[in-house]
């Protein structure tokens, strides 16, 4: 017995730790470069992806959907695109809805793999705060990109 848990065990429940890690493996996959608890507003976002000009923030949950949606909220300011991560089994229908309406991400990393996938991509977010924007990206910008 090595010490570790067994992940392709059914029962196992993957720490959020883990979860980021392997979101953030599939956006660098496609092309982003990744930093981990960026500060913004009195918080921090677990995930800040950026591919181009474009920024994206994503708050990642093993289990407390509706969190992230609250969390999120305070991303509009200054991100173009907001994301939910989950690690559960299924992606649920109500966060789905809620994420549509909302016009955030869903990236779904199935339980037992390090696979992630879009389970709802992103639209471009229209609450963007420039003059917020711009405050923030002073301190961003001084954060080293974590490969």
């Known amino acids: 017995m090595s010490g570790q848990p067994n992940t392709k065990d059914k029962r196992y429940k993957r720490s959020e730790e883990e979860l980021v890690h392997y979101i953030a493996d599939f956006l660098r996959e496609n092309a982003y470069h990744v930093r981990?608890?960026?500060?913004?507003?009195?918080?921090?976002?677990d995930i800040v992806a950026t591919k181009g000009r474009w920024v994206t923030s994503i708050e990642v949950k093993t289990s407390?959907?509706?969190?992230?949606?609250?969390?999120?909220?305070?991303?509009?300011a200054v991100a173009d695109y907001v994301c939910i991560g989950i690690g559960n089994g299924k992606v649920p229908i109500a966060l789905l809805d809620e994420a549509r309406r909302a016009g955030y991400g869903v990236l779904h990393c199935a339980p037992g793999t390090h696979q992630c996938r879009w389970a709802l991509k992103p639209?471009?977010?229209?609450?963007l705060w420039m003059p917020q924007r711009r405050k923030w990206s002073e301190t961003f910008g001084a954060i080293d990109h974590e490969c």
């Open 64 to 76: 407390d959907w509706k969190r992230a949606m609250k969390q999120c909220r305070a991303h509009e």
């Open 36 to 45: 981990f608890e960026v500060p913004n507003m009195g918080q921090s976002t």
């Open 123 to 127: 639209r471009l977010n229209k609450k």
